[in-house]
């Protein structure tokens, strides 16, 4: 009996590799993908390659943390320390643990909300960046209208199951673009891991993403679950210069669903002309709208990057969140300014 399950199990998952390994068609994609919805983007042309149910409302998990952290930033720029109160810690499951007293730093609880997915890190993230968790839950729904996300109300700082908690790809896709955008945050969804000290002491945090480092050109992700959400996911992969992104809402198997799409992406041909303006640019910030990527180089600066593409040192960095020019380093992505 085990033998025959194993080799079931054999079978199945080298059907998933011979759907990943070549083009996947649409018509295998549309009876392999096993998520409510999703939706899958060409971050250079805006092209929209696959969408099912993108403006359906699920729940979303964990993915809520992309808008925790990118409030945060915005309030914060990752500066300064907090100390840590009794709410902070009445939460499970996943959880640093923070002590009731300790002083942690912004940076540090804002890499366990992105890489660890700690749910304590967001209580004390939202009381920083809010004043109060109730003032932060406000500014998390206001922030989302700006975004232009009609259908995502937040209940809660980190994803956790609570009453009327939604938001649909379409939403979610805006807010993991506008997050991605700024170069710290980014970084941290690409850490593999990382070494923490607390007054719990120290503890390797290890990033959720099963795909990174382990799927060709895997880049920032925020991965979400619990029991009533089931699988979610929001994830960059970039390959010969084209980036795709993807969100995937109540899936029971994200990992095989986002290979599935990932490789159905990247075997499309890139349309030459953008169908739509790309959505990883809407800003409320600025009017500045990206026309792609670039990742910089060694002895490259904002001053010749800005002179290759043709655009204002000033626009760069406003639309990458650049407060210091003279701090970009190799391997950072930009977005270049149209």
């Known amino acids: ?36 919805a999703c939706l899958l983007v060409d971050l250079q042309t805006g092209q929209v390659l696959y969408s099912r149910r993108a403006t359906v409302a699920y729940p979303p998990a964990s993915t809520v943390k992309l808008m925790t952290a990118l409030l945060v930033w915005e309030q914060t720029r990752l500066r300064g320390d907090i100390k840590v109160v009794t709410g902070d810690t009445r939460v499970e499951p996943s959880h640093v643990p923070l002590r009731v007293g300790e002083v942690v730093s912004v940076r540090d609880m804002t890499r366990t909300l992105l890489v660890g997915s700690d749910n304590d890190s ?63 945050l980014r970084q941290m969804c690409t850490t593999k891991g990382f070494t923490l000290k607390t007054a719990v002491g120290s503890q390797w945090v290890k990033n959720h993403n099963r795909l990174l480092g382990r799927f060709a050109g895997m880049g920032p992700a925020k991965t979400g679950w619990t029991y009533a959400s089931r699988h979610t996911y929001a994830a960059s992969v970039e390959r010969n210069g084209r980036e795709i992104h993807l969100t995937l809402l109540n899936s029971p198997n994200k990992w095989t669903d986002a290979r599935l799409l990932f490789e159905y992406a990247f075997g499309t041909k890139q349309a030459s002309k953008p169908k739509s303006k790309p959505q990883a640019a809407e800003t409320t910030n600025t009017s500045v709208v990206s026309k792609g990527v670039h990742r910089v180089q060694k002895g490259e600066t904002l001053y010749s990057i800005s002179r290759k593409y043709g655009v204002s040192v000033n626009s760069l960095s406003r639309l990458n969140n650049i407060r210091n020019p003279n701090v970009i380093r190799s391997g950072m992505v930009l977005y270049i300014p149209k």
């Open 1 to 36: 009996m085990r033998f025959t399950l194993f080799i079931s199990s054999v079978l199945a998952f080298s059907g998933i590799l011979t759907l990943t390994a070549d083009a996947v068609s649409r018509s295998q994609l549309n009876q392999s993908v096993k998520a409510k």
């Open 122 to 184: 967001a209580l004390v993230l939202a009381r920083k960046a809010g004043g109060s968790y109730g003032r932060f839950i406000q500014m998390m729904n206001q922030r989302a209208k700006e975004l232009g996300c009609r259908n995502t109300i937040f209940k809660n700082p980190n994803g956790l199951p609570a009453t009327g908690q939604v938001t649909t790809c379409k939403d979610l896709m805006k807010i993991f673009q506008k997050v991605i955008r700024i170069s710290a």
